[in-house]
Structures are given as C-alpha cells and as structure tokens.
C-alpha cells in the first residue's frame, strides 16, 4: 500500500493527515491527527530540541497506521521570511515545423527560474501564471500549438534557507522523510478554494496562532501571496495584557466569550475574571474583552488589504474573501472581514469530495479550517507523484537543498 502524509507544523498545534493513494490515483482518507506544537514561533523553529519532540509525537501516531508512511510527507512551510516576485522566460521553439513540445516547455520554465537570489535563499516553488506563443497571452497548456517564440510568466516564491533546513531537519530528526516543500497558503487553497471562486477573483486568508497566510487568485491565476507574523495568537497575549491574566487564561476566555465584533458582545454583562484565572482580580465587561480581540484582527484584515491595494483588487474581488485556519472560528469573523475588506466573506470549510472515506468521525474531524493546509498537502502531494512533472517546480527542491547540506 501507498501511504502519503501531509504535515502542517504550526506554533500552537501540530496537524497531520493520512491518507492511501490507489491505483486509480484516488485517495483514501485513512486518519487526520492535531497535537500540541512546541519550540515554534511565527512558523519558524526557535527550539531544535523541542520541535524534533513534538514532531516525533505527531509521526508516532502517522506510524500506528504505516511505518512507511512517515518516509513520505509533504511538508508545509510558510513563514514571514518568504518572498514572492514575477519572473519570465522566453526560448525559441525548437523545431522546424514550429510544434511545440514538452521539451521547449521545460526550457521556457527553466528560464524562468533563472532569477538572482542571495546564496541564503532558495525557490521553493515556481508557479506558471500563463504561456504567451508569439504574442497571443494568456495559453494554459502550449503543448502542441504552433509558433516560434514560447515565453512563461511565473511567480517565484522563495524562501531563507536556514529556516526550511531547520524545520526539514526536524522532521529528520524525527524519523520522518519529507517528499516536497509545498507553500502553506497554496495548500490551503488547494483544499478550500474551487475553479469557479479562482476564476471570479478571491482572496484566502488562513489565520494561524502565529502567522497569517495570504493566497490571492483571478483568472484561475495565482495573483499574488504572502504571510505576516500575525495570528491568533497575538490576540491571546492582548487579552493577557489587558486583563492581567494568564496566557492559558487569556486563550480560555477568547474561545468562550470573545467576538470579533464587539457592538455584538452584551454592553452590560460582567465577567468575573476568577473564575478562568484563580489569581486575577477583579471583573471586566464582556464588550470590553470583544473591543481587544476586534483592534488586533482588524489589524490583521488591514495588513491583507494592503496587499490587495498593492495588486490594486482592493474590494474588486467577486468570489470575496475565504476565511480558514483556526482564526476562523472567532464568532463575527466574517462579518469584521466584510466590515475591514468591504467584499462579502465566508469561513473556508476543507472539501472532503476529493476522498474516499466512509468514517463520519473522520469526516468530522476534516471538516475544520484548521486542517485545511493538512488536506491540500496530500491533494498537491498526490497531483504530483501522479503527474510527470513536479508541482509547480517543488522538485527543484532536492537540487537546491543539497547547497545548504553540510
């Protein structure tokens, strides 16, 4: 049997999902995992030690179902270090009918990757936006048409080395084998995001406890994505602060009576801070908890909107705004981003239509925003152990790597 992994190492929890890929290139659901992270922050490691441990928990599980399975994990990575920018490249066609093939796709690709980046950094993916064939724009797949010039627009998304090295060598250290890097947000979407919302123009947000990715898409094309040191997280240590309470208390009160609209949270209903945190004092009104929460995700809406304003699609999105990851279930999150963003909104729920499983506590535990990096990992992962070529260039991964090797 064939077993693949997708693996998603947050700060504040760790996701894995399992899954059998058959004969017929369908997959097979077998089990989805979440367990506490540990020596990570903002999606970098800043603990060896601690991450290696957390991630051998997580793969002990992955190896009650097969222990060849861990030796096959995508890997998400995504970080506030990666970095996009456009990129093209132009070959002659090489025959002298002018048909193209497969081989002067894979030179124009080539040439696109050919960009300078310091010796600290490398591509981890490079994803074609379109193929131009003398002059005509906007050609999906050029295989078999006629011209002399083929030319590729590309986004490039690279990333510094050191921190992926860190994280892959964890997952080493831990027993596992990592197959590709794959980009978070591009994973996410993969699993939340369907060809009619990328053909309207969307914006996916996967709000994470340390960090929040952005994935942008029109046209079916990848416009633009990013990620910022920002999360849920953040919130949590607000509320500590201005309540003067624990971390873990902080966190407890946010899921229990936070809001991201605070107008919606009662004006008169008291909270007696004792009863999360034995050692705080006083009490607070519940809108005051709300209007903490709202500042710091409005914050974060505004950091996605200027990216938006920075491809000019500031509020010129018809699919709107997908909201995923586990900032999503904030009550009011959807109506703050429609608020912020000024496009209508909906939370991002993983489609589990693209796998085989019966199981209802499986299906439960899918279908929840905070698997959805999970989920598209093994949906891009399989796309590219079935296609010849790698996924949008994640196979140069090996080649890069090996410069970063000791």
Do not use: W
Request: glycine share 8%; with cysteine.
């Amino acid at each position: 049997m064939n077993f693949i992994v997708g693996l998603d190492v947050g700060s504040h929890s760790i996701k894995a999902a399992v899954a059998e890929v058959k004969k017929n290139g369908k997959l097979s659901l077998v089990k989805v995992i979440k367990m506490p992270s540990a020596g990570m922050r903002r999606g970098l490691i800043d603990d060896l030690p601690e991450a290696t441990r957390a991630i051998s928990q997580v793969l002990s599980e992955v190896k009650k179902v097969s222990k060849n399975a861990v030796k096959n994990i995508y890997l998400g990575v995504g970080s506030p270090d990666f970095r996009v920018q456009h990129s093209q490249g132009i070959v002659a066609v090489s025959r002298a009918d002018s048909e193209i093939y497969k081989d002067d796709i894979d030179r124009a690709v080539e040439a696109s990757q050919a960009v300078k980046l310091p010796l600290n950094r490398m591509i981890v993916h490079s994803v074609t936006r379109e193929f131009i064939v003398d002059d005509v724009a906007d050609v999906r797949d050029p295989l078999g048409m006629v011209g002399n010039r083929l030319e590729v627009r590309s986004l490039i998304i690279d990333s510094f080395a050191p921190a992926i090295k860190n994280l892959t060598k964890c997952v080493e250290s831990a027993g596992g084998g990592v197959a590709a890097l794959i980009f978070s947000p591009l994973a996410a979407c993969q699993a939340i995001l369907n060809r009619n919302q990328k053909d309207l123009g969307v914006v996916l947000i996967d709000i994470g406890f340390g960090k929040t990715g952005v994935a942008i898409y029109e046209e079916n094309k990848l416009l633009h994505t990013a990620v910022f040191p920002v999360g849920s997280g953040n919130v949590t240590n607000d509320l500590a602060i201005g309540l003067k309470t624990s971390v873990s208390s902080a966190e407890n009160i946010k899921l229990t009576l936070g809001s991201a609209i605070a107008k919606e949270a009662p004006a008169r209903e008291i909270v007696d801070l004792k009863k999360f945190d034995p050692g705080a004092r006083g009490t607070t009104a519940r809108r005051f908890i709300s209007e903490i929460i709202e500042v710091r995700l409005a914050e974060v809406l505004e950091f996605v909107n200027n990216e938006l304003k920075h491809i000019s699609k500031s509020a010129k999105l018809p699919g709107g705004v997908i909201i995923t990851g586990g900032g999503a279930k904030m009550p009011g999150m959807v109506d703050l981003a429609k608020q912020e963003l000024r496009m209508s909104a909906q939370i991002g729920v993983p489609s589990i239509l693209d796998f085989e499983t019966s199981d209802p506590d499986l299906i439960s535990q899918s279908e929840d925003p905070e698997m959805a990096c999970a989920l598209g990992l093994l949906l891009l992962g399989s796309e590219k152990m079935t296609e010849d070529k790698p996924f949008d260039g994640v196979g140069i991964f090996k080649k890069f790597f090996r410069m970063f090797l000791p």
